[in-house]
Nanobody, 115 residues
Framework: QVQLVESGGGLVQAGGSLRLSCAAS????????MGWYRRAPGNERELVAR???????NYADSVKGRFTISRDNAKKTVYLEMNSLKPEDTAVYYC?????????WGQGTQVTVSS
């Protein structure tokens, strides 16, 4: 049984920083993609950033230059360093693990950026 546990969300002022973490547990094939998605009220869930097991990354245009995704394969953990946060970054952030044909999701962590 694969589980993803997120941590690190919270309330921050605009211009501030937060770091999200997501730890995976269970039997996971080593070749996979881990990522972060977010859903703001009234919006669809959207990709924020993802990173493959060998380190290649993709970012949404809206976060390029401000967010950095990284992973520790030994710890089966993915991180999202968020800097220069804006009120429009307010959303529930979800960790995702994509392996083979399967997708696994965390429970979500709230990020609120005040202006």
């Amino acid at each position: 049984q694969v589980q993803l546990v997120e941590s690190g969300g919270g309330l921050v002022q605009a211009g501030g920083s937060l770091r999200l973490s997501c730890a995976a547990s269970g039997s996971i094939f080593s070749i996979n993609t881990m990522g972060w998605y977010r859903r703001a009220p009234g919006n669809e869930r959207e990709l924020v950033a993802r990173i493959k097991s060998l380190g290649s990354t993709n970012y949404a245009d809206s976060v390029k230059g401000r967010f950095t995704i990284s992973r520790d394969n030994a710890k089966k953990t993915v991180y999202l360093e968020m800097n220069s946060l804006k009120p429009e970054d307010t959303a529930v952030y979800y960790c995702n693990l994509h392996v083979g044909m399967a997708d696994y999701w965390g429970q979500g962590t709230q990020v609120t950026v005040s202006s």
